[in-house]
């Protein structure tokens, strides 16, 4: 099924008479039969998506609202006249595509001046698997039970009970990720995440940006440059490599394994622990209450401030405390420096 021409005149007609008349324009509901092994996918620059998942659903329907800019020079307000939205279907690939002017030169002036259309677009219907690549705006994806791939240059993702692998790819922006069962994968250069309620692995890439994770379920992976880290009430693996982030850990349960090169790590942990921590120049700070594990903290230049009763040795190149805790848990921490410092409480 194609549309494109039918839907195409209807918004050349609104795009017309929106530059003197209105400032929304709101089309008619599209609708699309959903066949067995169907995926959705979404291609578009700027405004917002809403997902709204319909049990026991065979037609997806498409609620499309488009708002213009104001105050435009009349160049622009005809460069609007060649924006078109496009639902087709292509083999098992359901498509809705947003696409602006053809010519490069008509962007130039499209991207200094942020003058673009906004589409709203409502997607009701079963859940499918589905990829979006959409420039700026908001994606809302609910109780989806389907996975998704989404990527956003600049904008914000709320994402809650989805049941589903989910890969993410943002630029810069925030995401709400809460009560997900899936895997987790998500890439991005500088943005707010927050993640909670986690039964899957984690698999989180956040250069310069502010990274909390809360009661996950799974293995987690993160590697950064600057900004924090932020971990609490989480079960399994913990591997994190970073430059000049600041790493926070607190009521974990399960393996930790860290580097880091000029960042302060953090770790307050109950229980039996397991942790190795490599650093340059960043402090690592440990908190082992009621822990009788046995240690082995060692610096190069660093200072190391850890309980008297454990063995001190200056080798060569390095100095180095060890012995076991007097608590009842039991585990094993290994922690060494170049110039950071060390405390143990």
Request: charged share 25%; glycine share 10%; no cysteine.
């Given at each position: 099924?194609?549309?494109?021409?039918?839907?195409?005149?209807y918004?050349?007609?609104?795009?017309?008479?929106?530059?003197?008349a209105?400032e929304?324009?709101?089309?008619?509901?599209?609708?699309m039969?959903?066949?067995?092994?169907?995926?959705?996918?979404?291609?578009?620059?700027?405004g917002?998506?809403?997902?709204?998942?319909?049990?026991?659903?065979?037609?997806?329907?498409?609620?499309?609202?488009?708002?213009n800019?104001?105050?435009?020079?009349?160049?622009?307000?005809?460069?609007?006249e060649?924006w078109?939205f496009?639902?087709?279907?292509?083999?098992?690939?359901?498509?809705l595509v947003?696409?602006?002017?053809?010519?490069?030169?008509?962007w130039?002036p499209?991207?200094?001046?942020?003058m673009m259309?906004?589409?709203e677009?409502?997607?009701r219907?079963?859940?499918?698997?589905?990829?979006?690549?959409?420039?700026?705006?908001?994606?809302?994806?609910?109780?989806?039970?389907?996975p998704a791939?989404l990527?956003?240059?600049d904008?914000k993702a709320?994402i809650e009970?989805?049941?589903g692998?989910?890969?993410?790819?943002?630029e810069?922006?925030?995401?709400?990720?809460?009560q997900?069962k899936?895997?987790?994968?998500?890439g991005?250069?500088?943005?707010?995440?927050?993640?909670?309620?986690?039964?899957?692995d984690?698999?989180?890439?956040?250069?310069?940006?502010?990274s909390?994770?809360?009661?996950?379920k799974?293995?987690v992976?993160?590697?950064?440059?600057?900004?924090?880290l932020r971990l609490s009430d989480?079960?399994?693996?913990?591997h994190?490599?970073?430059?000049?982030?600041?790493?926070?850990?607190?009521?974990?349960?399960?393996?930790?394994k860290?580097?880091?090169?000029q960042?302060?790590?953090?770790?307050?942990?109950?229980?039996?622990?397991n942790?190795?921590i490599?650093?340059?120049?960043g402090?690592?700070?440990?908190?082992?209450?009621?822990s009788?594990?046995?240690?082995?903290?060692?610096?190069?230049?660093g200072l190391?401030?850890?309980?008297?009763?454990l063995?001190?040795?200056?080798?060569?190149?390095?100095?180095?405390?060890?012995?076991?805790l007097r608590?009842?848990?039991q585990?094993?921490?290994?922690v060494?420096t170049d110039s950071?410092?060390?405390l143990?409480?």
């Amino acid at each position: 099924m194609n549309i494109m021409s039918k839907f195409s005149f209807y918004i050349f007609i609104g795009l017309l008479t929106s530059s003197v008349a209105a400032e929304v324009i709101e089309y008619k509901p599209l609708q699309m039969t959903v066949q067995n092994k169907d995926r959705l996918f979404i291609q578009g620059y700027a405004g917002k998506l809403d997902f709204q998942p319909v049990e026991n659903s065979q037609t997806l329907v498409i609620t499309l609202k488009q708002v213009n800019p104001t105050n435009l020079s009349g160049k622009m307000k005809s460069l609007l006249e060649e924006w078109m939205f496009v639902m087709d279907r292509k083999g098992s690939q359901i498509r809705l595509v947003i696409s602006g002017p053809a010519s490069r030169k008509d962007w130039a002036p499209i991207v200094r001046q942020k003058m673009m259309p906004q589409y709203e677009l409502v997607i009701r219907g079963p859940s499918l698997p589905i990829k979006v690549s959409w420039w700026n705006g908001e994606v809302h994806l609910r109780n989806w039970k389907a996975p998704a791939e989404l990527k956003l240059l600049d904008g914000k993702a709320f994402i809650e009970g989805m049941e589903g692998d989910l890969r993410l790819f943002e630029e810069r922006g925030s995401v709400s990720l809460r009560q997900h069962k899936g895997l987790v994968n998500i890439g991005s250069y500088q943005s707010q995440l927050v993640l909670s309620d986690i039964v899957g692995d984690v698999e989180l890439e956040n250069f310069a940006g502010q990274s909390q994770i809360v009661r996950v379920k799974g293995a987690v992976n993160y590697q950064g440059y600057k900004g924090t880290l932020r971990l609490s009430d989480t079960e399994g693996d913990i591997h994190f490599d970073s430059r000049q982030v600041m790493v926070h850990l607190e009521k974990h349960q399960g393996d930790i394994k860290g580097k880091s090169a000029q960042g302060k790590v953090d770790l307050n942990l109950v229980g039996k622990v397991n942790v190795d921590i490599r650093s340059q120049e960043g402090d690592v700070a440990l908190k082992l209450r009621g822990s009788g594990a046995s240690v082995n903290l060692g610096s190069k230049d660093g200072l190391i401030y850890a309980p008297s009763y454990l063995r001190s040795t200056n080798y060569p190149t390095i100095k180095v405390k060890q012995g076991r805790l007097r608590g009842k848990d039991q585990g094993r921490v290994f922690v060494r420096t170049d110039s950071g410092k060390i405390l143990l409480r």
